[in-house]
């Protein structure tokens, strides 16, 4: 059985979403892969598309999230790519795991 230590540890493969498109909602965290309980915590990124008096979801936008270095040393880490209708949602099942997926993805990037 896989500890909760071991599973906060997992290795994050990215981009986390490439969605183009999906309408499947996930039910577990995107840290350590647990089913999500009672509470839950979310990135939520994206774009939405103008209108005349408010804003709204559009087929026709891709969402993104990503980091980047830029200078001496460039870099880029795709965390979210093809994010549908311009939306996308990151699911975690506690603030740890929401602090340790930032972390593991910070540490991504190269350091001069
Ligand atoms: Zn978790």
Redesign the pocket.
């Known amino acids: 059985m896989t500890s909760q230590s071991d599973r ?1 540890n997992m290795i994050i493969k990215l981009p986390v979403i490439n969605n183009n498109p999906t309408t499947k909602t996930p039910s577990n ?1 995107t ?2 892969d ?1 089913k999500l309980g009672k509470q839950e915590y979310w990135i939520m990124c994206g774009a939405l598309k103008e209108t005349k008096n408010s804003a709204s979801m559009s087929s026709d936008l891709l969402g993104f999230l990503s980091l980047s270095a830029h200078g001496e040393i460039n870099a880029s880490i795709e965390i979210v790519k093809n994010g549908s209708n311009g939306q996308s949602d990151i699911p ?3 603030k740890k ?1 929401m602090t340790n997926f930032w972390m593991k993805c910070i540490n991504m990037l190269p350091e001069k």
């Open positions: 906060e965290c840290n350590c647990q975690f099942c506690s795991c």
